[in-house]
């Protein structure tokens, strides 16, 4: 700004010939000492202030667009194009992607079943649908493995489990969890890829002993459980971010952090019409209630 350029020299050179040169009035540069701040950019200051805000409170992970859907929340009349404007300014942008996890799909699996889910991710009810994955987390003790089940309906992860191996007791663990805290019907379908934790007899053995109807990907095709890809790849690009962990503990402490206390209470999916998965699970709870 002009009126900047000549607060900052003017010790140089003459207010009067800097006016001159730049082609302003001085009695402007003067009317500006007293309010130098626009409304317009007294509105931008305090608007970039809420927009570092709900950056912060989403773990400096959120891009403009679930910025300005939490600005819309919050009541603020602001379009999706200035809260652009003002995060780039600010330096505020979405936390870059993870290098996807490598695969080992050699041997032969003990027990294959059908693609049943066949990449029909779009479920109309809660509890019909999981899908289920494993991944791992850098430490200095050496690596943790983190079992999840996802609920389609709403992309809640409804169970969890780590530990520092990877044998099928770990997603077990996950399956019971989420079956204690849903407790759904039998029927429920559940699509997980062929790693040998699923391919095993002991877990084959725990879905039909629960009447829980197992899908499971083609060998090789990451695509056929994209939701739990997803999942881990939003993990690692949104809270772990390349990082080494102390130790395991400290690991699965953040990574409890991340699901229980933002991912399912607060992460706005677009899927889920800009909801969390929590609040679109309530509202289509209490959609129902209204309509009985």
Not at 175 to 197: C, E, F, M, N, Y
Not at 266 to 286: I, T, W, Y
Request: aromatic content about 10%; hydrophobic content about 35%; charged content about 30%.
């Amino acid at each position: 700004m002009k009126y900047g350029f000549i607060l900052e020299h003017r010790a140089q050179f003459t207010i009067r010939t800097m006016c001159r040169v730049l082609g302003v009035h001085f009695s402007g540069f003067y009317a500006w000492i007293k309010n130098p701040l626009s409304l317009r950019a007294m509105e931008d200051r305090r608007q970039t202030k809420l927009i570092e805000k709900a950056w912060q409170d989403s773990g400096k992970i959120y891009g403009y667009r679930k910025i300005h859907d939490d600005l819309i929340d919050m009541g603020e009349s602001v379009s999706e194009n200035r809260v652009a404007r003002l995060a780039r300014l600010a330096g505020i942008r979405a936390q870059i992607g993870y290098k996807a996890k490598p695969s080992n799909h050699g041997g032969k699996p003990s027990v294959v079943v059908d693609n049943t889910l066949d990449r029909q991710f779009d479920v109309d009810a809660p509890n019909r649908v999981w899908v289920a994955d494993i991944t791992y987390i850098r430490t200095r003790e050496g690596w943790l493995y983190l079992a999840v089940v996802i609920d389609l309906f709403s992309r809640r992860v409804v169970g969890w489990a780590t530990q520092s191996r990877q044998p099928t007791d770990l997603v077990i663990k996950a399956l019971i969890t989420a079956l204690w805290r849903r407790k759904p019907s039998a029927g429920l379908l559940v699509h997980t890829d062929q790693g040998s934790q699923f391919t095993s007899r002991d877990w084959a053995s725990f879905l039909r002993d629960h009447h829980i109807v197992h899908s499971m990907s083609r060998r090789g095709n990451c695509h056929d459980n994209a939701v739990a890809e997803s999942f881990f790849n939003l993990l690692k690009r949104e809270r772990i971010r390349r990082k080494t962990y102390k130790t395991r503990e400290i690991a699965r402490q953040d990574i409890f952090d991340y699901i229980e206390m933002f991912y399912n209470p607060k992460r706005k999916h677009a899927r889920n019409g800009m909801l969390s998965p929590v609040d679109f699970e309530n509202r289509q709870l209490n959609d129902k209630q209204e309509g009985v």
